[in-house]
């Protein structure tokens, strides 16, 4: 997090492109954006000193576990320009989300609680699938966000683990047994699990069969059915 003074959207963008959508050097989708010279020593923010890293290696890079010239070739052929068929990415024309069998088809909102947007998902360049999600703790505190795929945690990413295989990605944070697992699936579907996420002190689970919040199942009416074009996938209240 030491690099992580929060880059103009736009440079966001482009780096984001500029990596095929992953971190330079393992194709991760989830990314924090770098500055290869220190910022301290640059003040500004400049495309061709930055690059986007998921959180792991953006620590080992602070770390100077990896070296300048090694960051800066997987810059310029980056992992996922070379490995496309391990991105996070769905390019069939629809996307299909499942959350506890509920199957959500072009939504972008697909879990609001107190008309607070938890998890969101929308493709970007026809096929990269980019997640905004909100990780609150039991006691309300958000503690970490994924904005666009940009990660952003509070104590810095030590205590959690963002973990991908292709085209699954696991986030996970121990000490609060916290768990977010995307998964694609047949190119077209996307399927969502979650644990230990919470909302105004309320937990809220997602499993492969259901969706919990405060331990009861909600959305039962949309359950087993495909949804098409909603403005809101699943909204629910805590109270
Ligand atoms: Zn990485």
Known sequence: M??????????????????????????CPILEYVHIVPYYNIQAFLPENMVALCPYHSMRYDLKEISESTLRSAKADPYNKVHQQDTFSISSQEMYVNVGK????????????DDFDIISIKREDGKYILFDINFFDKLNNLIAIVSENRWTA???????SIMYKPRHLTIKNYS???????????????????????????????????????NDEIAIDLKGTELRNYEVGIAAETL
Request: glycine share 6%; hydrophobic share 40%.
């Open 176 to 214: 609060k047994n916290i768990i977010f697992d995307a998964e694609i699936k047949n190119n077209k579907e996307i399927t969502i699990t979650s644990a230990g996420m919470h909302y105004n002190g309320s937990p809220l689970r997602i499993t492969e069969n259901e969706i919990l919040l405060n």
């Open 154 to 160: 509070e104590r810095g990413s030590r205590e959690w």
């Open 2 to 27: 030491s690099t992580n003074n929060i880059a103009p959207l736009q440079i966001q963008t482009q780096l984001r492109k500029a990596a095929f959508y992953g971190c330079a050097i393992c194709g």
């Open 102 to 113: 509920r199957i959500f088809v072009n939504t972008s909102r697909i879990l609001v609680v």
